[in-house]
């Protein structure tokens, strides 16, 4: 099994992917740029949202500056390698710590550049063909979900080469491994300050624009409704595209380092290099389903996303198979680790249709929320947190089968061979099967953003009816997308969580020259740690949806200063001051994020400090278990509010005598109080805990020198 010849899907997937990407900008930006009122809303959104990446990256790179200096400080002091230098090491992992930021850095930036140049074409599109804009807004997507996949697949390659992987294959892993700290270090921030921005902006504009004014969502006559749909941007596309390259770059890494165990064995280096190849596979099975997606009027957008992402599936089971059978065919076995992939691949789509199940009109969940809006803003929440605990039930017995089910099959392949730690890197197989539709699926999420920005721009432009319900339609695809990549980002957070715990257990060994694989519950230390990674878990997300409660109250007072002082604004004939609306947001934003974020660096390190290696893979455990859960919670309890205000805005909703009870009835006030109160918890808390659970990840592995 020579890896060597397959190594080279790498390189080449990920100049496919700078290829399709530039040819994806290069239509979506020569597309038509719609009326002139249409250009100056987007101009607007363009211009805020710059504002706001700039400053909010400004104080990320810093922090990255000061990350990278202590994590040098630490790695010189505290650890060791065979045949490396205390100083050459400190470097290397400072460097790759800083490579891995800048590269997180750079993923957002494309993702919010990108959606906001492709929301004004979308809108444009949709004047005269619905089909048309589904593609440019695809495609605007897709620029982002291929070029953020594609600079992490080449990311983790090129550090790997550059720190010797090909002359000390074992040590390399590990030494690359503040890569994927970096990127998760800035994938926090910029995920909790784009999240805090868009849902304060969201809660004032939906609060006094909606239920105190009685006007439509996105309203030109809303000081709030610019910095609404800049939030689209900068928490939906640059947040989310920063948290999908960590993901990929810290899965990638874990799994190379459990590859190192069966590599000793072996001497085989494609166990080390296999998370590589096959993710290379996955992307070039991303950029055929998302070239293959087609709209038309007729056609409900969400089927043909849904026929590109099975073609996806499709070829990437054909791809598992190919790269397991070349790689991992020791002793003929390789059908084992096949099915792992592929279960790592099938759970990617149970995520699909549980997410949809829970946050779609047409099914029970959200239609009892709709239903017990009849009944007030009460009835609505309590239904809505039911529903949030329910998801955890199907999300958590699906986790559970794929880790039981591949983790057997990769025991399966250690009795055939009769080689080792089989068990543990057929998780890390399934997990690779699950990353291998990242970049489809981050092309759906940026489409949501789009989509709903497309939107916004057509009504404050004034377009036509026909426009606007040509976007309405993309735009409830669009939320269902979101959803479903919130769905995707806990499964593989879970799926790689028992792999990157897996690795800390490896580092810790490595560390000492002692086996470590049993975390004693029992040691009240270790009970410690596990307990205090649990309330963790909580408490920052408390401080997050804290931070969008009093970003939101500062614009919910702005809002209604503008309209009692100014009444001209509610009769057309002056404009709002959505600047001043736009620098409360960003002000409140990136000073109510840096709490949070401290907080969940600083916790593990102090645990680790002073309770020690095994107490912190307690709370490593625990923490993981819990993040996972509560992300689930607060991903589908919100999203299934926000879906029931939408069940009730397109008319579904009707009394007992068959009246329809639609906007501007009291069950619509309801249902508006209860998304509002889903918004933090969707778009702020629950994406950020995905970001948590992978830092808590990847802060063990690097600073696990100081645990011991």
């Known amino acids: 099994m020579n890896a060597q010849p397959l190594l080279w899907i790498v390189p080449i997937s990920g100049l496919v992917a700078v290829l399709v990407a530039g040819y994806f900008a290069y239509d979506v930006l020569r597309s038509p740029i719609g009326t002139p009122q249409m250009q100056k809303v987007a101009g607007a959104i363009y211009i805020a949202a710059v504002a706001f990446i700039r400053r909010q990256y400004r104080t990320i790179f810093f922090l990255a500056l000061g990350g990278m200096v202590v994590i040098g400080v630490v790695i010189y002091f505290f650890e060791s390698a065979p045949g490396v230098e205390p100083l050459d090491l400190a470097i ?62 080449i990311g983790v390659f090129v550090m ?99 590859g190192v165990a069966i590599y000793a064995v072996t001497q085989n280096v494609a166990w080390i290099l296999f998370p590589l190849v096959v993710r290379g596979f996955g992307l070039i099975a991303s950029v055929i389903g998302i070239f293959l997606v087609r709209g038309n009027e007729k056609r409900d957008p ?50 699909v249709y549980i997410t949809q199940y829970y946050t779609s009109g047409n099914w029970r969940p959200v239609k009892e929320i709709a239903e017990a809006a009849k009944t007030g803003p009460a009835t609505t929440i309590i239904s809505g947190v039911a529903v949030g605990f329910e998801t955890t039930a199907s999300s958590t017995i699906t986790i559970a089968i794929a880790l039981f089910t591949s983790h057997w099959l990769g025991d399966q392949w250690g009795i055939a061979t009769g080689l080792p730690h089989g068990g543990i890197y057929g998780t890390a197989v399934a997990t690779m099967g699950m990353l291998m539709s990242a970049a489809f699926i981050l092309a759906m999420d940026t489409f949501g953003p789009i989509t709903d920005n497309a939107g916004g721009v057509a009504s404050m432009a004034r377009a036509s009816e026909e426009t606007r319900e040509r976007t309405d339609r993309l735009d409830a695809a669009g939320n269902t997308t979101k959803a479903l990549t919130k769905g995707y980002a806990v499964a593989s957070a879970a799926l790689a969580a028992f792999l990157l715990f897996s690795a800390y257990l490896d580092k810790v060994a490595q560390l000492t020259g002692k086996p470590f694989s049993t975390v004693d519950i029992a040691k009240v230390e270790v009970f410690l740690g596990g307990f205090l990674g649990a309330m963790l878990v909580y408490l920052f997300s408390s401080l997050a949806i804290r931070a969008v409660g009093r970003a939101g109250a500062a614009i919910i007072e702005e809002v209604r200063t503008q309209f009692r002082e100014h009444p001209g604004i509610m009769a057309g004939t002056e404009e709002p001051d959505y600047a001043r609306v736009v620098d409360i947001t960003t002000a409140s934003a990136l000073r109510n994020m840096i709490a949070p974020g401290l907080l969940a660096i600083l916790a593990p390190i102090v645990v680790g400090i002073v309770l020690k290696a095994e107490a912190e893979a307690a709370l490593l455990m625990v923490g993981t278990m819990a993040g996972v859960i509560l992300a689930t919670v607060l991903n589908n309890g919100g999203g299934a509010w926000d879906n029931a205000k939408k069940y009730i805005e397109s008319g579904m909703l009707k009394d007992d005598k068959g009246n329809v009870l639609g906007k501007g009835t009291p069950a619509h006030a309801a249902a508006v109080v209860g998304d509002t109160v889903g918004d933090p918890f969707k778009d702020t808390a629950g994406p950020s805990l995905h970001v948590l659970i992978k830092l808590l990840a990847t802060i063990t592995l690097v600073l696990a020198p100081l645990f011991i």
């Open 92 to 153: 290397r992992t400072s460097i790759a710590f800083f490579v891995g930021a800048v590269c997180s850095m750079a993923s957002g930036i494309i993702g919010m550049f990108v959606a906001v140049k492709s929301n004004l074409r979308t809108a444009a599109a949709a004047q005269h063909s619905i089909g048309d804009a589904l593609r440019i807004a695809l495609r605007g997507g897709a620029v982002s979900g291929i070029l953020v996949v594609g600079l992490s697949l």
């Open 302 to 351: 969400m089927g043909s996303l849904n026929s590109g992402y099975y073609i996806t599936l499709v070829l990437s089971i054909v791809g598992m198979y190919f790269v397991t059978n070349q790689m991992l065919n020791e002793k003929g076995a390789f059908m084992y680790f096949f099915g792992a992939g592929v279960i790592g691949i099938l759970t990617s789509l149970a995520f």
């Open 160 to 258: 790997f080469i550059a720190y010797g992987g090909f002359e000390n294959p074992d040590q390399a892993p590990f030494t690359i491994v503040g890569f994927g700290f970096g990127a998760s270090f800035v994938a926090l921030f910029a995920q909790l300050g784009g999240g805090i921005y868009t849902k304060a902006a969201d809660l004032g504009a939906d609060l006094v624009g909606k239920v105190e004014a009685g006007i439509p969502e996105d309203d030109p006559r809303n000081a709030a409704v610019i910095a609404d749909l800049v939030g689209d941007n900068v928490g939906d596309c640059a947040g989310r595209g920063a948290d999908l390259f960590e993901s990929t770059a810290a899965e990638n890494i874990g799994a190379m380092i459990l």
